[in-house]
């Protein structure tokens, strides 16, 4: 494992801040109206569409990107178009515990990088980070994919064991561990979605992001032995 990192790099729903938040929830319904008004669904019917795409392409928006016509632009600014003050507010410990990393910090979402800004303003930790990286930025590959990271990486001018990838998708984290990134894992639902994940993919499991500090600073003093 390198002990010479450069980059902390965070991904951003479900990761610095919880699931109970509703973000994602409420993410995932504006994708449900989404598909009912542009492909002509019920409601049923759209949430069966969308455990195929997952299934085969990862994301929704894979899916639709495979075999509609989408406006992927005006799709991506709908589902996250959510009054985001609503569901997260400040949160003063994770801005300590940021302050604390001495690594430069990225958010990289599969989500719009608007998005990742409008969060991290909510959470009170905007100028913790010099950089955000969406899908967008990686040709709308998602994080399943090989080629998103190595989209990724150059937009810092890092390789992969310079950095730090903190997850909350055990799968997600796969590729980043084929470019030789050192894994967290965010595990606040023990072990959910690790089935099929090796083990070899996942260098820490914490059950919080306010934890990721600590592991941060093991490794560093480890690269000063």
């Given at each position: ?19 109970t ?35 085969r392409?990862?994301?929704?928006m ?79 590959r ?12 150059p ?16 799968p ?54």
């Amino acid at each position: 494992m390198s002990t010479s990192f450069e980059f902390i790099i965070f991904d951003l729903d479900n990761t610095l801040y919880p699931p109970t938040s509703g973000v994602m929830a409420e993410i995932g319904r504006r994708i449900q109206v989404w598909m009912c008004d542009e492909l002509d669904l019920s409601w049923e019917e759209a949430m069966n569409l969308r455990r195929q795409y997952l299934r085969r392409y990862g994301t929704t928006m894979g899916g639709l990107m495979a075999e509609h016509d989408v406006n992927v632009a005006r799709y991506l600014h709908f589902v996250h178009d959510i009054p985001i003050e609503d569901y997260l507010e400040p949160n003063p410990m994770l801005a300590e515990m940021l302050a604390g990393i001495q690594l430069r910090k990225v958010v990289y979402t599969n989500a719009t990088s608007d998005h990742g800004r409008r969060v991290l303003r909510a959470l009170g930790v905007e100028e913790q980070f010099e950089r955000i990286i969406g899908i967008q930025e990686v040709g709308l590959r998602n994080k399943l994919s090989l080629e998103a990271y190595e989209r990724m990486l150059p937009l810092l001018g890092a390789e992969g064991e310079a950095c730090i990838m903190v997850e909350d998708s055990p799968p997600n984290l796969r590729p980043a561990k084929v470019l030789e990134m050192t894994t967290i894992l965010i595990d606040a639902e023990e072990g959910k979605g690790l089935i099929g994940v090796p083990e070899r993919c996942i260098d820490f499991a914490v059950d919080s992001v306010l934890e990721v500090g600590t592991v941060v600073d093991r490794l560093l003093d480890d690269g000063e032995e």
